[in-house]
């Protein structure tokens, strides 16, 4: 199983980035997806949520209107358009997969990808 985020880098305030994380080694379409950050000192929050078909997204209030999650059920992938970000949006972004099956609830996480919102 992997989880490999790419996209993030060094960006300033005002300025746009595009995560995308690839999927691989489980049924991605059985899994909800979600990109999380943890900046330094803080504990890792929850950023924004797609079910499994993408028809159902979720947004911390801290991004709500600004970023945007979708995902791509032909290609294993999941993304994080990030618009108008601001300093505190510096933080290490991960993805997660997660699903309840039969056997209980699994999860997945990435290594992450480093977003940094400087002048």
């Known amino acids: 199983v992997q989880l490999v985020e790419s996209g993030g880098g060094l960006v300033q305030p005002g300025g746009s980035l595009r995560l995308s994380c690839a999927a691989s080694?489980?049924?991605?379409?059985?899994?909800?997806m979600s990109w999380y950050r943890q900046a330094p000192g803080k504990e890792r929050e929850l950023v924004a949520h797609?079910?499994?078909?993408?028809?159902?997204?979720a947004y911390a209030d801290s991004v709500k209107g600004r970023f945007t999650i979708s995902r791509d059920n032909n290609n294993d992938a999941v993304y994080l358009l990030m618009n108008t970000l601001k300093p505190s949006d510096t933080a290490l972004y991960y993805c997660?997969?997660?699903?309840?099956?039969?056997?209980?609830?699994?999860?997945?996480w990435g290594q992450g990808t480093q977003v940094t919102v400087s002048a």
């Open positions: 997660k997969a997660n699903a309840i099956l039969s056997w209980g609830t699994v999860e997945y």
């Open positions: 797609i079910s499994r078909g993408g028809l159902s997204t």
């Open positions: 080694g489980f049924t991605f379409t059985r899994y909800n």
